[in-house]
């Protein structure tokens, strides 16, 4: 039997939303992380990260993952290696969300959604 | 304790940076180095400022006219008489009291109108070439010779500027305030000014964009780039500045042309700053000379960190906190020297220190020391009182250790009283966040200060 179980549509929609953008910007960061890791970030990246990750947040409600998960304090002037790995992390729980929520089952493929 | 170095904006609780002000901001106890130069009103876009330059150039062209009327006696008392104005604080002196021009030195500038035709004939049409013919007058006294042609308009200024910010004003007498209608002076004129609070002096602000540190027009920028030495010294003769000034009496023509040059760079006169920050390279700089320096007091080592610290603090700081002075004082045989800065209150952070811990002033410790020790912190707790308040930051090499870092939060919990420190590591990210542009330095120390509370208990 599939270890795959439910989730919501609206979920799926919004991983479907998110994970793209989520992608990106971690690509982006791990880009500039390269660079000069220990650069501090800016107020306007902050909020634009924060504003995704909160999205991203509420497909991961139910995960296990969350309590590793935080947003991005500005207060804390973090770095962009700071960032990155933060980003790291999200991008990694929803690879496996995406594992435990897709895939073939018994009413076709795609995600399972009761 | 009272506020170090107070300015005329701290006494009355005006927490405004200098940055966000149109005038200069005085200091009560001396003046500031800065000079009022004509050639920015010349300059300026905008009409009112070259209507004010022109009624400068007719005002000083008018002495012309007492001469050609032969009442030489006339011409010469007015001119000692607005050869200085100490109300606008400008200059160096420390007692913000200068001295008038001799009355042999106000022959020689009139005699001018007669030994060179054309300002016979024309006038003059920037009045400060008369540093360039007569020894002794320097850029003090062309600007303190507009200020008191502009008397009026600038104690209009002030009061306009007082109004906005709510400065409060007092009847006061001043000696004289000239005339342009009927180019004299109104002696003993009642007018409603700021005051300084200790001798009830009478200030006038005067506008940051007609400030220089120097005149665009001046004796020094003259003789380097366009005087022609060759013609006046004869070689291996001393350059002495008499010379000069006779041959530039005799050659109109040179000084007419220097003129001309000037007015054709007149785009790179731009008013000066008050304050200036150091370039980023100059802070990087500056901060790998901190990182390299030993802890203690070899080699001077201390005073070197001293120094460095106090201009990148200053630059990185800014335009948040305005940099007051470093102040040395002695507690029990040890010299300690700190930097002090005015609490604008522009920024959350800064709101906060004032509110919460009533810093009217911001004080940082600096301390060359490898440890911070429970000695250090006493004195600092000694010394956060009243308008210092209860927010103080040390400037060290490394972090607390953790029974120090105890004791500080203790502190907060027992007293309220907050000291945070500041490490090699944190400036370092300052000078980071400096030269990336992404975030101001002085967040890293709302940082800091955050971290601390977050320690404290609840």
């Known amino acids: 039997m599939s270890k795959l179980y439910y989730t919501t549509e609206e979920k799926a929609q919004n991983y479907d939303t998110t994970m793209p953008l989520l992608e990106a910007m971690y690509i982006e960061f791990k880009e500039l992380s390269k660079k000069k890791p220990d650069a501090a970030v800016s107020k306007s990246k902050i909020k634009m990260t924060n504003r995704l990750l909160g999205k991203v947040r509420t497909v991961l409600e139910d995960e296990s993952s969350l309590?590793?998960?935080?947003?991005?304090?500005?207060?804390?002037?973090?770095?962009?290696?700071?960032?990155?790995?933060?980003?790291?992390q999200y991008v990694a729980s929803m690879k496996k969300f995406k594992n435990s929520h897709y895939g073939s089952y018994s009413g076709g493929y795609g995600w399972v959604i009761r | 304790m009272e506020i170090i170095?107070?300015?005329?904006?701290?006494?009355?609780?005006?927490?405004?940076?200098?940055?966000?002000?149109?005038?200069?901001?005085?200091?009560?106890?001396?003046?500031?180095?800065?000079?009022?130069?004509?050639?920015?009103?010349?300059?300026?876009?905008?009409?009112?400022?070259?209507?004010?330059?022109?009624?400068?150039?007719?005002?000083?062209?008018?002495?012309?006219?007492?001469?050609?009327?032969?009442?030489?006696?006339?011409?010469?008392?007015?001119?000692?008489?607005?050869?200085?104005?100490?109300?606008?604080?400008l200059g160096v002196s420390q007692t913000r009291r200068g001295t008038k021009i001799s009355k042999k030195q106000a022959k020689d500038i009139l005699n001018l109108f007669q030994d060179i035709p054309e300002y016979s004939q024309f006038g003059f049409t920037h009045f400060e070439i008369i540093q360039l013919y007569i020894?002794?007058?320097?850029?003090?006294?062309?600007?303190?010779?507009?200020?008191?042609?502009?008397?009026?308009?600038?104690?209009?200024?002030?009061?306009?500027?007082?109004?906005?910010h709510n400065i409060p004003i007092e009847g006061v007498i001043l000696d004289s305030i000239y005339n342009y209608k009927t180019n004299k002076l109104d002696i003993n004129q009642k007018v409603y000014l700021p005051v300084n609070p200790k001798t009830k002096e009478p200030i006038i602000f005067t506008p940051k964009r007609w400030l220089r540190f120097n005149t665009w027009i001046n004796y020094e920028d003259y003789f380097q780039k366009y005087c022609p030495r060759d013609e006046?010294?004869?070689?291996?003769?001393?350059?002495?500045?008499?010379?000069?000034?006779?041959?530039?009496?005799?050659?109109?023509?040179?000084?007419?042309?220097?003129?001309?040059?000037?007015?054709k760079t007149i785009e790179d006169c731009k008013n000066d700053p008050l304050f200036s920050q150091i370039p980023i390279l100059s802070a990087r700089r500056k901060l790998n000379q901190i990182l390299k320096l030993n802890t203690g007091k070899e080699n001077g080592a201390d005073i070197k960190y001293e120094e460095l610290s106090a201009s990148l603090l200053a630059s990185l700081f800014y335009p948040h906190l305005d940099f007051a002075q470093t102040q040395s004082r002695t507690e029990s045989g040890r010299h300690i020297r700190d930097l002090i800065?005015?609490?604008?209150?522009?920024?959350?952070?800064?709101?906060?220190?004032?509110?919460?811990?009533?810093?009217?002033?911001?004080v940082i410790e600096m301390k060359n020391v490898k440890e911070i020790s429970r000695d250090h912190i006493n004195q600092l707790n000694r010394y956060m009182q009243d308008?210092?308040?209860?927010?103080?930051?040390?400037?060290?090499?490394?972090?607390?250790?953790?029974?120090?870092?105890?004791?500080t939060i203790n502190l907060w919990s027992s007293q309220r009283k907050c000291i945070i420190a500041i490490t090699d590591e944190d400036l370092k990210l300052m000078v980071e966040v400096y030269e990336s542009k992404q975030r101001t330095p002085i967040e890293v120390l709302k940082k800091k200060y955050i971290e601390f509370r977050r320690a404290c208990p609840s």
């Open chain 1, 67 to 88: 309590e590793f998960l935080d947003l991005i304090d500005e207060d804390d002037v973090p770095q962009v290696s700071d960032v990155t790995l933060m980003l790291s």
């Open chain 2, 5 to 89: 170095r107070p300015r005329l904006t701290d006494h009355h609780g005006i927490h405004k940076s200098q940055a966000d002000l149109d005038f200069a901001i005085q200091f009560f106890d001396e003046d500031l180095p800065l000079y009022v130069d004509p050639f920015l009103l010349w300059k300026s876009p905008s009409q009112q400022d070259n209507a004010l330059h022109t009624t400068i150039i007719n005002s000083f062209n008018h002495l012309n006219y007492l001469i050609k009327k032969k009442r030489e006696d006339e011409a010469v008392s007015l001119l000692v008489d607005i050869s200085e104005c100490h109300e606008v604080g």
């Open chain 2, 135 to 164: 020894s002794g007058i320097s850029k003090d006294r062309i600007s303190d010779i507009a200020c008191n042609y502009l008397k009026s308009f600038l104690i209009d200024y002030t009061i306009g500027q007082c109004e906005i």
């Open chain 2, 232 to 263: 006046i010294f004869n070689p291996n003769e001393p350059e002495e500045r008499v010379k000069v000034l006779n041959f530039n009496r005799e050659n109109y023509g040179v000084v007419e042309g220097y003129i001309e040059y000037k007015t």
């Open chain 2, 341 to 362: 800065f005015y609490n604008n209150r522009d920024i959350d952070f800064l709101d906060e220190i004032f509110t919460e811990y009533n810093n009217r002033q911001l």
């Open chain 2, 387 to 407: 308008n210092i308040g209860n927010f103080g930051v040390f400037l060290t090499r490394n972090p607390l250790s953790k029974a120090m870092y105890e004791n």
